[in-house]
C-alpha cells in the first residue's frame, strides 16, 4: 500500500512558475511509476505526464509538452513536477499516482494522492 501527498500547489500569475511536489510513503517507491494527473472544475480528471520507475522514460500530454517537466528521486521517495510558463487554463487540481508501469490512463492507477489546487491568473 503506497501513500502519496502533494504539495506546491498555489495561486500564480500567467506566465509563472510553480513547481509540484509528491511524497510516497508506505511501499517501495521505486518499483512504481508515477504520474501526474489533473483535474479542472466540471472536468474530468486528465493525464498530464508519467515517469518510469527508473526515471529514465518521461511522457506529457500534447497541451503541457515544453512547459512541463516531471522528474523523481528514489532516494527521497519524492516526484516532481516543473510547471512553466504557466496559462489559465492549467487551473486544476493536481493529483499524483502511482502504479508499477507508466501509463497515461487514469483508471490504469492504483494509488492516488488527495490532490494540490493550482490556480493560475490571467
Known amino acids: 500500500q503506497v501513500q502519496l501527498v502533494e504539495s506546491g500547489g498555489g495561486l500564480v500569475q500567467a506566465g509563472g512558475s510553480l513547481r509540484l511536489s509528491c511524497a510516497a510513503s508506505?511501499?517501495?517507491?521505486?518499483?512504481?511509476?508515477m504520474g501526474w494527473f489533473r483535474q479542472a472544475p466540471g472536468k474530468e480528471r486528465e493525464f498530464v505526464a508519467v515517469?518510469?520507475?527508473?526515471?529514465?522514460?518521461?511522457d506529457y500530454a500534447d497541451s503541457v509538452k515544453g512547459r512541463f517537466t516531471i522528474s523523481r528521486d528514489n532516494a527521497k521517495n519524492m516526484v516532481y513536477l516543473q510547471m512553466n510558463s504557466l496559462k489559465p487554463e492549467d487551473t486544476a487540481v493536481y493529483y499524483c499516482?502511482?502504479?508499477?508501469?507508466?501509463?497515461?490512463?487514469?483508471?490504469?492507477?492504483?494509488?492516488w494522492g488527495q490532490g494540490t489546487q493550482v490556480t493560475v491568473s490571467s
Open positions: 499516482a502511482a502504479r508499477p508501469f507508466t501509463s497515461s490512463r487514469r483508471a490504469d492507477y492504483n494509488y
Open positions: 508506505g511501499g517501495s517507491f521505486s518499483n512504481y511509476a
Open positions: 515517469i518510469s520507475r527508473g526515471g529514465g522514460s518521461t
